[in-house]
């Protein structure tokens, strides 16, 4: 079982639509969860991350975190073309201090104008 | 600069060189890492360093050598690699306090190929 999963994709959605991207996890012991966006040939950068079970919202992007259920998602409202990209998902264990961050292999959100 | 810098961004090198991967941070962060991204798999952690000592080494090839002088710069050295070793390789930096909700900041990345 893979510690991180994610669809690949491609997941297609209408600009102006509400796109959906699910992660889950193994590991129970698992305390932070982080979204990163990585467009193509370019390095991952952070859109937000979430510890706490519930939603968290920030401009267009809600995570929500179910600990019971071992998942947490994504959702991006409004879509625009710009969203087009690889999410990845990573969680991070903390272990003795030490942090280990630990992705999904990402999924390809394409936005059709 | 500001954030995380990352030099060469493109690389290419034969089987029997020898080369450098640079990364610094200009966030006054204690912990600092190196990833392998290949294609179709998730990203890998290879090596982990906080407060300038090595705290975790993911089974990586000795041919991959990390060097960690000080808290903003962080070196990969790479010699007789294979060409399965083609990847883009990150850097990124965190605080690294271990609670557990480290935000990790990623440089923009060395794009590796071995022929």
């Known amino acids: 079982q893979k510690e991180v999963e994610q669809n690949s994709g491609p997941l297609s959605v209408p600009e102006g639509a509400i796109a959906s991207l699910n992660c889950t996890y193994s590991d129970r012991g698992s305390q932070s969860f982080f979204w990163y966006r990585q467009y193509s040939g370019k390095s991952p950068e952070l859109i937000m991350f979430i510890y706490s079970n519930g939603d968290k919202e920030d401009g267009r992007f809600t995570a929500q975190l179910n600990k019971a259920s071992q998942y947490v998602s994504l959702l991006i409202r409004d879509s625009q073309p710009s969203d087009s990209a690889t999410y990845l998902c990573a969680v991070i264990r903390t272990n003795f201090g030490n942090e280990k961050l630990t992705f999904g292999t990402g999924t390809r959100l394409t936005i059709i104008p | 600069e500001t954030g995380v810098t990352q030099t060469p961004r493109h690389l290419v090198m034969g089987m029997t060189n020898k080369k450098s991967l640079k990364c610094e941070q200009h966030l006054g962060h204690n912990a600092m890492y190196w990833y392998k991204q290949s294609a179709k798999k998730p990203l890998e952690l290879m090596f982990v360093?906080?407060?300038?000592?090595?705290?975790e080494n993911n089974s990586v090839p000795s041919r991959f050598s990390p060097e960690c002088p000080n808290s903003s710069h962080l070196f990969l050295h790479l010699h007789t690699l294979q060409p399965e070793d083609s990847a883009l390789y990150l850097c990124a930096s965190s605080q690294g306090k271990g609670r557990g909700t480290d935000t990790q900041y990623f440089g923009p990345g060395t794009r590796l190929t071995v022929l």
């Open positions: 360093y906080s407060l300038e000592e090595r705290v």
